[in-house]
């Protein structure tokens, strides 16, 4: 089995190192998703922001007229003028058109704006699946031991050992799901948590009673993977 740990070390060292206002985007956007959008804002952040030029694309927002690659560009380029105008533009654009696109923008509007208005230094921390607050949302799963079938008893132990030891991190769980042979996890944990120490914390809990669950398990911030995808990769 896989798991992220070494690269989750790697992130909390580095922002220990970092001072500033943390931004943990919430919504969850396909990480390639978001690589668009990044590369696209790179490439036009050398344009025409002039009031004038801004005002134009505020009216694109509103036009019934606007093609989807016109409002595609107006919501970045607004998104990176740091523009007060421009931010509340975006803003009312997101409560009518919700999707990728816009939600990106309207973030790093709000990061940009930020940073025009205040010498703190702002870092934005992205994953695929989002998260809440100062947590990022992880999703994990842990196979049985030799791909046995959970009894009802293991299942219950699941349940009530889990839960106990992501909430001891401070972390929140948002779902679990007990198939024949894995179970599945969508939790919201800090950053700064051990993942690691705190799966292997609870696996070993569960272990005591029977040593039913496999001690290697997968963890991401990346995506939720299908029952399919988890057979046919990890579980044959």
């Not at 031991?145 to 991190?169: M, R, T």
């Not at 993942?195 to 398990?217: H, S, V």
């Amino acid at each position: 089995m896989k798991n992220d740990n070494n690269l989750l070390k790697n992130l909390n060292n580095s922002l220990e190192n970092l001072k500033g206002n943390l931004h943990i985007f919430e919504t969850k956007v396909s990480v390639e998703k978001q690589m668009e959008y990044f590369r696209f804002t790179e490439a036009i952040r050398n344009d025409n922001l002039d009031e004038h030029f801004l005002e134009e694309q505020m009216n694109i927002l509103t036009s019934n007229q606007s093609s989807p690659l016109d409002i595609k560009y107006a919501l970045a380029i607004l998104a990176i003028s740091g523009d007060v105008k421009a931010y509340r533009a975006i803003e009312s654009y997101n409560k009518t058109h919700f999707d990728d696109w816009s939600v990106m923008s309207l973030l790093q509007a709000q990061i940009t704006l930020e940073s025009e208005l205040s010498d703190e230094r702002q870092i934005f921390i992205s994953s695929g699946l989002g998260g809440k607050g100062s947590k990022l949302r992880f999703f994990a799963f842990c196979i049985s031991n030799e791909k046995k079938g959970f009894s009802d008893y293991q299942k219950k132990l699941i349940e009530k050992e889990i839960p106990f030891y992501i909430q001891k991190h401070q972390g929140i769980l948002e779902e679990v799901k007990i198939y024949n042979d894995y179970f599945t996890l969508l939790f919201l944990i800090n950053i700064q948590v051990d993942i690691k120490t705190m799966l292997d914390e609870a696996i070993d809990e569960c272990n005591q009673y029977g040593n039913f669950i496999n001690k290697g398990f997968f963890v991401t911030n990346v995506k939720i993977f299908s029952e399919e995808e988890i057979r046919n990769e990890w579980i044959r």
